[in-house]
């Protein structure tokens, strides 16, 4: 099994720049690739970045393109998410996910944190 904690949510204004982390623990050398996710009240969860070990593969939303960078630490068992030029429509929940391979990581994660809350304020 595979432990992920999510930390670095919180309240700010828009215009504002955060930065989330994910710790994992466990097997995690079963880990291929990690991502983050998010929900928004009243709406479906959606992915918003990923990123695979090696070689290096990345996925953006369109949405916050250009704005949030992910990134993994050195030792690949810390994954973070830096957040710019926050909008309102960013508030959401925000959950980081790990999987096998880049593709499910997207698609249907195994692994899943307990979330953290971001909220941005007009």
């Known amino acids: 099994q595979v432990q992920l904690v999510e930390s670095g949510g919180g309240l700010l204004q828009a215009g504002g720049s955060l930065r989330l982390s ?7 050398f079963s880990i291929y690739a990690m991502g983050w996710f998010r ?16 070689p290096t593969n990345t996925y953006y939303a369109d949405s916050v393109k250009g704005r ?7 030792a690949k068992d810390t994954l973070y998410l830096q957040m710019n030029s926050l909008k309102p429509e960013d508030t959401a929940v925000y959950y980081c996910a790990a999987d096998r391979t880049f593709g499910t990581v997207l698609s249907a994660p195994a692994y899943w944190g307990q979330g953290t809350q971001v909220t941005v304020s007009s």
């Open 39 to 54: 929900q928004a009240p009243g709406k479906d969860r959606e992915a918003v970045a990923a990123i695979s070990w090696n």
């Open 22 to 28: 994910c710790a994992a623990s466990g097997r995690t």
């Open 68 to 74: 949030f960078t992910i990134s993994r630490g050195y």
